[in-house]
C-alpha cells in the first residue's frame, strides 16, 4: 500500500519533531521533510512533491499565509494549517481555508504546545482525509457578485411548481471540510434584498466561527454575523453557530429568536447540521431551503428526514463535481428527499429561485 508522503513546516524544532513523531506513528504515513519557514517550504514542495503539507502560519521569513499562495499556484497542493487559537490566529486561519487550505488543527497551547499530543488522532485524521482531495476543485477560482455588482436576480429563471411562494422562507445551510470557502461563494452571491433569514452550520472550534463571520460579513451584500443567545431571527441576516454551541429555534408569536444549546455532540459535532434541522422543522409557520455543502461524514442527513417529514422543503445538495469532499452532501442525496444537486457556484441562484 502506498503511503501518504508528508512535508512538515514549523519554525519550532521541537513542534516539528512533534509532529514528525506523531505522524510517523501512523503505518500509512510517510514524513519525506520538513522545513523551518514558507521560504524553505517552497523550495521542498518542489523537490519532494509531497501528497500533504502540515503548515504552521506564524513563521519568520515567509509565513505560512504567503506560502499557501505560492504554494496552490505553482504546484497545488492538500495544505492543513497548524493555528493558535488566539483572536488573529483565528482570523489567519480562515483566510487560509477561503484561500485554498483543506483543514486546520489548533495548537492548544500557542505556538509550542507541549500537549499536542491532544489533537495528535485530529492531526492523522485530517493528513489521511487531505490526501484524498482532488486540488484542481480547491484551486477553482471563486465568483463573487459583490465585487462586479451583478444582481443575482437578473440572472434567475422563477420557478414555477407546487413551491409556495407567499410563504415566508427560512434558509438553513450545514458545511464541514472546505466549508469556508464554500460558504464565500455562496453567502457573497445572495442579494441585500434577500426576504428570509439564513441559519449556518460550519463545523469549526469556539472563537474561530466569530471570525469566520466578521469576514463573511465583510466580503457580502447580506449581514453576517456569530448567533447570539437571543438573536430574533432577520431577513437578510445570516447567523453562524458558534463553535461549540448547537443552534435551536424557539417560537414567541411572530417572532423566532436563536437559543444557544451545550448538550451534547451529534455524531461527534457541535454545532451539529441534524441538531439545526430537526429545531427548524419544528417551525410551522415557514417553509424551508435546506442546502447541504462540502464535507465529511453525514451530518445533516437525518436532520433533513425530519425536515421533509414535517413542512414544505426544498433541499439543495453540493454535487460531486465541485465538493471538496463529498461526504455529507452524498449522505444526504442518498435519502433520495435532495430536490437539487449543483455545482457549488450555481447554489446561490437556485436559492433565489425558491425565493420568488
Known sequence: MKTIQVLVVDDSAFMRKLIVDFLQEEPSIEVIGTARNGIEAIEKVNKLRPDVITMDIEMPKMNGLDALAIINKQTPTPIIMLSSTTKIGAENTIIAMQNGAIDFVTKPSGPISLDLIKVKEELIQKVKHASQVNMDKVCRPLVQTKLNKKPVESILVPNHNSWNQSRKKLICIGSSTGGPRALQEVITNLPESIKAPILIVQHMPAGFTKSLANRLNSMSNITVKEAEDGD??????????????????????????????????????RPSVDFMFQSVSKLSEYDKIAVILTGMGSDGSKGLIELKNNGNVKAIAESENSCIVFGMPKSAIATNLVDEIKDLEQISNTIMKYML
Not at 453557530?241 to 417572532?255: E, F, M, T, V, W
Open 232 to 269: 430574533i431571527l432577520e431577513d437578510g441576516v445570516a447567523y453562524i453557530a458558534p463553535g461549540n454551541d448547537h443552534i435551536q429555534l424557539n417560537q414567541h408569536g411572530s417572532k423566532v429568536s436563536i437559543s444557544l444549546d451545550h448538550s451534547p455532540p451529534i455524531k461527534g459535532h
